[in-house]
């Protein structure tokens, strides 16, 4: 995912995974054979009052040798039309990121989306838009100016919690009080059942994305998958 010379943007949101991914790829650099330099950037939406401790973000930055950016803006949630909040939120974050790391002339941009992040998405897509989509490790951005990577995508949310228990990571952020309120949700608990039901449910989903047999699925064709892959790409 990483090649000599990249300028790499690391979204973090003071939460656990951003707080992982900020870590490892900071301590990376000291023993990696590719050269890499590293930014980070605290997206903060005025409307939201989800509180993250600034001050303590800057320290750990320091600490890791990296240049940490505050871009604050402000989201009109009125328009959020059918869309849940949580998805606007997001959205106007990734927007904001993607402007900054142009001006930055960024190469990459690192999210801390982990495994079971990956299968939220990939349930929510099929029950809720009946296509079979989620979110790759690595995905070219405006023409290939861009690249969008995922370093964390094969750990799980349960390694993450380990991690920053032993990296002592202060999370003691305010909840968002838009959090309960999403599908996510609902999802997140069908796959905690399914696990349960099925222990290996949630590794086989996982993997069932990296072996897809088109010939034997009876709603599509062949041709169909690949101009359907093509319009993804474009987008």
């Known amino acids: 995912m990483i090649a000599e010379g990249d300028r790499i ?6 939460g656990k995974d951003s707080l992982a991914l900020l870590k490892t790829l900071a301590g990376r650099r ?4 590719v050269g890499y330099s ?13 509180k993250t401790d600034l001050s303590w973000l800057q320290s750990f930055c320091n600490e890791l040798n990296v240049p940490l950016h505050v871009k604050a803006i402000s989201v009109n949630f009125s328009k959020t039309d059918k869309q849940s909040t949580c998805f606007y939120c997001s959205w106007h974050r990734r927007k904001a990121l993607f402007e900054l790391g142009k001006t930055m002339d960024i190469t990459k ?19 809720s838009h ?15 100016r861009v690249e969008l990577i995922r370093p964390l995508l094969y750990h799980t949310d349960e390694q993450s919690r380990e991690f920053a228990r ?24 069908l796959l905690q059942d399914m696990e349960q039901r099925f222990p290996a449910a949630n590794k086989n989903l996982f993997k069932a994305m990296g072996a897809i047999y088109l010939d034997y699925l009876p709603a599509v064709n062949k041709e169909a998958a690949v101009i359907r892959d093509k319009r993804i790409t474009e987008k």
Request: glycine share 8%; hydrophobic share 40%; charged share 25%.
């Open 109 to 127: 941009i690192a999210l801390g989306h982990h495994r079971d992040d990956a299968l939220e998405t990939l349930m929510l897509n099929m029950l």
């Open 9 to 14: 943007l690391i979204g973090v949101s003071g």
């Open 130 to 144: 009946g296509t079979m989509s989620s979110m790759p490790g690595r995905l070219p951005m405006f023409g290939g």
């Open 38 to 50: 590293l930014e980070a950037v605290f997206i903060d939406i005025r409307e939201i009052p989800y």
């Open 166 to 189: 032993l990296m002592e990571f202060p999370l003691s952020n305010e909840p968002c009080p838009y959090e309960d309120k999403t599908r996510r949700i609902e999802i997140r608990k």
């Open 30 to 33: 000291r023993f990696s054979d």
